[in-house]
Nanobody
Framework: QVQLVESGGGLVQAGGSLRLSCAASGGTFSGYSMGWFRRAPGKEREFVAAISGSGGTTVYADSVKGRFTISRDNAENTVYLQMNSLRPEDTAVYYC?????????????????WGQGTQVTVSS
């Protein structure tokens, strides 16, 4: 069983930055690929970024490419999402997810464990 706890959300002005963290416990962290997803009000949950178990492969949604960076520290069992140049359309609840395989996937159905989410609000 894997438990995930996100932190780092908040209110920021457009153009600002935030760094989200997701602390994992249970299992062998380096064996899991990790993903970040988000759900905006009235919208479906969407993929944001994913990283392989080793950290050597990263994948991004087109909407965040060049602005967001996913990374992980396997010694600390933590995955991060650095978000720069934030826009009002980035406003959403952001969720961390774990997939019990080292390779990346973009579909939510590939992930078996989810955090509770952290709110990110970007004001214009």
């Amino acid at each position: 069983q894997v438990q995930l706890v996100e932190s780092g959300g908040g209110l920021v002005q457009a153009g600002g930055s935030l760094r989200l963290s997701c602390a994992a416990s249970g299992g062998t962290f380096s064996g899991y690929s990790m993903g970040w997803f988000r759900r905006a009000p009235g919208k479906e949950r969407e993929f944001v970024a994913a990283i392989s178990g080793s950290g050597g492969t990263t994948v991004y949604a087109d909407s965040v490419k060049g602005r967001f960076t996913i990374s992980r520290d396997n010694a600390e069992n933590t995955v991060y999402l650095q978000m720069n140049s934030l826009r009002p359309e980035d406003t959403a609840v952001y969720y961390c997810a774990a997939r019990t395989a080292p390779t990346t996937r973009t579909s939510p159905s590939a992930y078996g464990y989810w955090g509770q989410g952290t709110q990110v609000t970007v004001s214009s």
